[in-house]
C-alpha cells in the first residue's frame, strides 16, 4: 500500500470547501487528481462515518450506527467512545498488517479512542501526550472547541509527515465551528484558509504521498426542533428514541438535536399508534421501517430500532423542552440533505469515476 493521508474534515459541507476558499487544494486537484462530492453513510454523523471512511465497508459490516448505542433487550445505554465498537478492519490495521508506520490525529479525542487502536502515532487535541508532542516539537493544543483548534491539528499533521513519515495518516478535525457557522462567514473561511495552507505544506514536503480530503457529513441550518419523545410520551405510547447523533459535545449542539432518530417500540406497543403519531407530525419527512432503511443504508438490522424517522430539510429531533422550538441558531447534520460530502484528491488510486462513497477511498486502497 503506497503513502497515503486521508483527513476528514469534520462537518465540511461542500459549500465550505470552494475554489475560493481553498484555492491551493483545488489546483493540487486539478493538476494531480480530482475534487467531487461523493455521498456519506446515513446516518450523516461523526462515528458512523469514520468508521466508514476508514474500512471501506457500510455499516452493515462496521455496526457503528451513531454516536450513542442503546441495547433494547437489556435496556443498556451510553456514548461510543472506546474500541470494542468497530467491527471491520480499518485502514490503519491494513497498513500495519504489511509493516508500515500510522498515524491517527484528531481534535476530538474519542475518535482516537474508538478506532486508534495500534496505532504507532496517536495525536488528540482532547487527550495530548506530551511525549509524542515533545518528540514533534509540537506546543500544548488548544481545547477542543477553540477555533484554532483546526490550525493545530494540520500543523501536527505537517510535523507528523515531515518528521516521521508515517505511510498512512488519518487527520480530522472538530465540527464546532460549522456547526455555528455557514459557509459565507470568515469564522468558517478561516477554518479552510488553515486546511488550505497546510495540506499544500504537506505536499511540499512529500509531493508523491496520495492525499484524500473529505468529510464525515455535511451541515445546514434547521429552523425547527422537534421532541419526538415527549409527542409519544404525552400520547402515552411506549417507545424510545435514540439519536444517533448524541454524543458528549454538546457544546456542538446543545439539544442533541440532528435529522434522523431510531424508534424502539416497546413489546407492546401497536406499531399502528406510533405510525398514526408520526404521519401527523409535519417535519418528519420520511418513515421507514427498520427492514427498508436496513436495506437502503445498509444498516445492521439488530442496530437501529423498529423505525427510523427522517427529518425534513429544516427541521431536526431534538431534546427540547416541549414538543417543538423554534430557532435562528441551529445549524446540525444527520439527515439526508447533510449526505452530500467534498471529495477532493492528488495522486489518488484510482479514476474520478471509481469514487462514489466517501468510503470508497478506503475500499479501493485496501482492494475490498
Ligand atoms: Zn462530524
Request: hydrophobic fraction near 35%; glycine fraction near 6%; proline fraction near 5%.
Amino acid at each position: 500500500m503506497d503513502k497515503a493521508m486521508i483527513l476528514v474534515i469534520d462537518g465540511c459541507a461542500p459549500e465550505y470547501l470552494t475554489r475560493e476558499t481553498a484555492p491551493d487544494i483545488y489546483k493540487l486537484a486539478d493538476e494531480y487528481g480530482f475534487a467531487k462530492i461523493v455521498k456519506s453513510a446515513i446516518p450523516s454523523v461523526t462515528n458512523v462515518n469514520h468508521a466508514c471512511i476508514l474500512s471501506g465497508k457500510f455499516p452493515e459490516d462496521t455496526k457503528m450506527v451513531g454516536n450513542y448505542f442503546y441495547n433494547p433487550e437489556t435496556k443498556e445505554e451510553g456514548f461510543i467512545e472506546e474500541k470494542g465498537f468497530m467491527k471491520a478492519e480499518t485502514i490503519l490495521q491494513a497498513y500495519k498488517k504489511e509493516g508500515k508506520k500510522t498515524a491517527f490525529l484528531t481534535v476530538k479525542g474519542k475518535v482516537l479512542g474508538v478506532y486508534g487502536e495500534g496505532v504507532d502515532i496517536g495525536i488528540s487535541v482532547q487527550t495530548p501526550d506530551k511525549a509524542i508532542l515533545d518528540q514533534l516539537g509540537l506546543d500544548m493544543p488548544p481545547k477542543v472547541q477553540d477555533h484554532s483548534s483546526t490550525e493545530w491539528i494540520m500543523k501536527a499533521a505537517l510535523a507528523c509527515v515531515k518528521k516521521e513519515n508515517p505511510d498512512f495518516v488519518y487527520c480530522t478535525t472538530n465540527d464546532f465551528v460549522f456547526h455555528h457557522f455557514g459557509p459565507e462567514t470568515s469564522e468558517a473561511k478561516a477554518q479552510i484558509r488553515y486546511i488550505n495552507y497546510f495540506i499544500n505544506e504537506i505536499n511540499k514536503a512529500d509531493p508523491d504521498r496520495r492525499i484524500y480530503i473529505t468529510a464525515d457529513h455535511g451541515m445546514n441550518q434547521k429552523t425547527k426542533l422537534i421532541n419526538f419523545q415527549h409527542m409519544a410520551d404525552n400520547k402515552n405510547l411506549n417507545l424510545y428514541c435514540l439519536p444517533p447523533l448524541k454524543d458528549r459535545y454538546v457544546e456542538n449542539h446543545i439539544y442533541q438535536e440532528g435529522g434522523i432518530i431510531y424508534v424502539f417500540l416497546d413489546k407492546n406497543q401497536n406499531p399502528e399508534e406510533f405510525l398514526k403519531l408520526a404521519k401527523s407530525v409535519p417535519e418528519i419527512e420520511k418513515i421507514m421501517t427498520n427492514t427498508e432503511a436496513a436495506k437502503e443504508f445498509h444498516l445492521p438490522a439488530d442496530r437501529i430500532g423498529d423505525y427510523v424517522l427522517f427529518a425534513a430539510e429544516s427541521c431536526a429531533f431534538g431534546e427540547v423542552e416541549g414538543e417543538r422550538l423554534e430557532t435562528n441558531d441551529v445549524r446540525t447534520h444527520g439527515s439526508l440533505y447533510e449526505r452530500n460530502v467534498p471529495l477532493i484528491t492528488i495522486h489518488p488510486e484510482k479514476e474520478e469515476e471509481a469514487y462514489n462513497y466517501s468510503k470508497d477511498i478506503a475500499a479501493l486502497a485496501m482492494n475490498l
